[in-house]
């Protein structure tokens, strides 16, 4: 129905920079919320970012004043910018989008496949 394609992971060292992006595409008739989230090892999928079409955004605490979640509702993409990295940020990052597919019309809710972002000590 919905494919989202991140990119943008890799290594870097602490306190340093990675920008995570994510595209959109398939059957969408509008986007509400997009959003990223992480999950690492043996622990639970968590969330880093939200925005929501209008630009209005929410983060997790431990990432305020470090990280930037931006989109572009007429590419359908979401980015998060990533500074002053630490350690405890290495997770799998998954993109999230709530779809409103075209037809049949109804709410969707769609997940990347995961990039894996590493900050070395």
């Known amino acids: 129905q919905v494919q989202l394609v991140e990119s943008g992971g890799g290594l870097v060292q602490a306190g340093g920079s990675l920008r995570l992006s994510c595209a959109a595409s398939?059957?969408?008739?509008?986007?509400?919320?997009m959003g990223w989230y992480r999950q690492a090892p043996g622990k639970q999928r968590d969330l880093v970012a939200v925005?929501?079409?209008?630009?209005?955004?929410n983060y997790a605490d431990s990432v305020k004043g470090r990280f930037t979640i931006s989109r572009d509702n007429a590419k359908n993409t979401v980015d998060l910018q990533m500074n002053s990295l630490k350690p405890e940020d290495t997770a799998v990052y998954y993109c999230?989008?709530?779809?409103?597919?075209?037809?049949?019309?109804?709410?969707?809710?769609?997940w990347g496949q995961g990039t894996q972002v590493t900050v070395s000590s």
């Open positions: 925005i929501n079409s209008g630009g209005r955004t």
């Open positions: 999230n989008a709530g779809v409103l597919l075209t037809t049949p019309r109804y709410n969707y809710d769609a």
């Open positions: 398939g059957k969408i008739f509008s986007i509400n919320a």
